[in-house]
């Protein structure tokens, strides 16, 4: 006889099972309209290799310090924001440049770079802590480059059936997302009302903006890159930091700063990486200025319009 779940954990076991189903998905995605040689060509920029590693695994880190020091919070929650600023590599930035209008082989390829680095840079910047980097390496294989290099092997010799392949695996991806967002706030609803209009929730969005404009500075002369690398450079490794939380610390609040940061900035940089795409047709020359990035990042936050002005005076 199969025991039935419980109902108050039912919405978290669907927002797990949809988080899987989402990284599978949007890796077999990925694959499946990409080549192999499309992934590596932005990947020999190595400057822009050494940028985006530096945004990720340097810059952001240092930004969870700074807020520590500016900000008081109480006791587990600098843990959990600097844990998120440690964390990169997020399955989500395929599907976020996608949005953004960005450059998708680039974003899939500084996927790859930063997971690979993940396993080395976390213990490193993380000491004094539990962290198995054979365990994390071998999650992030199996979720996503194994998923990744099954697909571009698909297409690489059956490209028909990768190509009919696509649109199912796109809607998979859409729908895994949207239920995986509801289920989330479902389930961390309590947690996420409880800080509101903390410092918590100010050094959150203050986190959020400076590494997505952080980002788009750092990426580089191409329009496609900048807006990956804004989006790769906000969304953190949800999953990542969670693992280490769970394994070293007790106290709620590392994961509700966890969850607040990585789940509202899904939902934020979901509509900042559209707002991105929309103003890509007008080009990207009015956000090389940081004034007008950050702009952006606020009409965005505020439910402004997309077609508002946003020409520099």
Not at 180 to 190: P, S
Not at 195 to 208: D, K, P, R, S
Not at 274 to 284: F, M, V
Not at 285 to 309: N, S
Request: proline share 6%.
């Amino acid at each position: 006889m199969v025991d039935a779940v419980p109902f108050p954990d039912f919405p978290g076991t669907v927002g797990v099972l949809a988080a899987l189903i989402f990284v599978i998905s949007s890796m077999l995605a990925m694959g499946f309209s990409l080549s192999v040689r499309e992934i590596i060509e932005p990947l020999k920029n190595v400057r822009l290799v050494i940028l985006s590693l530096a945004a990720n695994f340097v810059l952001t880190p240092l930004l969870a310090l700074v807020l520590l020091l500016v900000f008081p919070l109480s006791e587990g929650l600098p843990i959990g924001l600097f844990l998120l600023g440690a964390a990169a590599g997020a399955p989500f930035l395929p599907k976020l440049a996608q949005v953004a209008k960005g450059d998708i082989a680039f974003a899939v390829g500084l996927m790859v770079v930063t997971i690979a680095y993940m396993p080395i840079a976390l213990p490193l910047l993380l000491s004094g802590v539990t962290i198995d980097p054979r365990e994390i390496a071998q999650s992030l294989i199996l979720l996503m480059l194994l998923p990744l290099t099954i697909a571009l092997l698909v297409r690489a010799r059956y490209e028909e059936i990768a190509t009919g392949l696509l649109p199912l695996m796109n809607q998979a991806t859409n729908l895994a997302l949207l239920t995986r967002i509801v289920a989330f706030f479902v389930v961390y609803f309590t947690d996420l009302v409880g800080v509101i209009g903390t410092t918590a929730i100010i050094a959150a969005v203050i986190f959020l903006s400076v590494s997505l404009v952080a980002g788009y500075l750092l990426g580089g002369p191409g329009g496609g890159t900048k807006r990956v690398l804004a989006v790769g450079t906000a969304q953190r490794n949800l999953s990542a930091a969670l693992a280490v939380a769970t394994l070293n610390f007790t106290d709620p609040d590392v994961m509700v700063i966890i969850l607040v940061v990585g789940l509202a900035g899904l939902v934020l940089l979901i509509f900042a990486g559209g707002e991105l795409g929309k103003r890509a047709k007008t080009g990207d020359v009015f956000l090389e200025r940081p004034a007008v990035t950050l702009r952006l990042w606020i009409l965005v936050c505020t439910g402004t319009p997309a077609d508002a002005p946003l020409t520099p005076q």
